[in-house]
């Protein structure tokens, strides 16, 4: 039964990073332009609770995914007004958005819903599935099938999208003239405003992407891993993403990895569940559960080595006259 053990945990690590890559892309894009985005958190849970609430009363996964991309993108746009526009602490922008996303979302669940904040349930047909439905369950005695079947092509598209992402963002910032005027404006926005180019134009067109990829991260929670939304269901997965995006210093190939990272060990806590170990016992929920956060904090404490961030993250471009 290895190989069974083998393809569930390779499954569960693709399925569990899906949200959190698509999540620490938009937060590459929106820091390389020079934006702080704290909000990454509550982008996505605006984005599942709009998807949900989409999805469950027009019964349209389509329409779900657009109102999750909307909302999301509406979100990315009001902290590029307060930040951009109005030059505002990004920080606290950031995490003002987070509060509002946590209790707005409750609150419009409980008046649309009477649900105790929660949205219906979604319909089976409504939800996305597996490409390969024939793969979804492992196939014990066949290494092949079990782990390249299973493991690899048991997932839905938003899954195999996460990680073409990660390729296309590659792709934008480092082969393409516009991903170039991006990342110069994180750098040396006085350089690209002596260009003749807009840096809040370019700063907007950044938080934008940023805000799709956070609709579709939170589109994913509630159409693809759950079957509704439920009050704060992201779980800190948003700055999960970040803390990846800080330890892939920017970069999405090393983002990529540090994703991977996290959701393996996610994968492995659902796993050691219940599992009794010598001369300790049963492993406790609690410790299993918290084993992503303390391998963010683990990390962020200086065991990812120098990140140097964009140069001009987080200062607000005022115009030389």
């Not at 109102?67 to 979100?75: E, F, G, L």
């Not at 792709?171 to 003239?177: H, K, P, Q």
Request: aromatic share 8%.
């Amino acid at each position: 039964m290895d190989e069974v053990l083998i393809a569930s945990v390779i499954a569960s690590t693709l399925r569990v990073s899906a949200p959190l890559l698509l999540c620490a892309m938009a937060g590459v894009l929106s820091e390389r332009a020079g934006v702080i985005d704290l909000g990454l958190e509550g982008k996505m849970l605006f984005a599942a609770f709009a998807a949900a609430a989409t999805a469950s009363v027009t019964q349209s996964t389509g329409l779900g995914l657009l109102a999750a991309v909307v909302v999301a993108s509406a979100a990315s746009m009001l902290h590029g007004f307060a930040c951009v526009t109005h030059r505002g602490d990004q920080v606290v922008s950031g995490i003002a958005l987070n509060m509002i996303a946590a209790g707005l979302t409750v609150v419009l669940g409980i008046a649309w819903f009477q649900q105790g904040g929660q949205t219906p349930p979604i319909a089976p047909d409504v939800r996305l599935t597996a490409l390969a439905a024939g793969f979804a369950e492992p196939q014990p005695g066949h290494w092949l099938a079990a782990v390249l079947g299973h493991g690899l092509l048991s997932h839905n598209a938003l899954v195999y999208a996460a990680f073409l992402m990660v390729a296309a963002v590659w792709f934008f910032l480092e082969r393409t003239r516009p991903g170039l005027r991006l990342r110069a404006v994180g750098e040396n926005p006085a350089m690209v405003e002596a260009a003749g180019m807009s840096v809040q134009g370019l700063r907007y067109q950044a938080l934008l992407m940023n805000g799709a990829l956070c609709g579709l991260a939170g589109a994913y929670l509630t159409l693809a891993q759950n079957a509704s939304f439920s009050p704060n269901m992201t779980a800190g997965r948003g700055y999960i993403a970040l803390a990846a995006m800080i330890f892939g210093k920017w970069k999405p190939l090393p983002t990529l990895g540090a994703c991977l990272l996290f959701g393996f060990l996610d994968a492995m806590a659902i796993r050691l569940q219940g599992v009794q170990l010598p001369s300790i016992g049963e492993v406790p929920v609690q410790l299993i559960q918290a084993l992503p956060y303390i391998l963010t904090v683990v990390l962020l404490a200086g065991f990812i080595g120098s990140a140097v961030a964009p140069k001009a993250l987080g200062r607000p471009y005022v115009k030389e006259r």
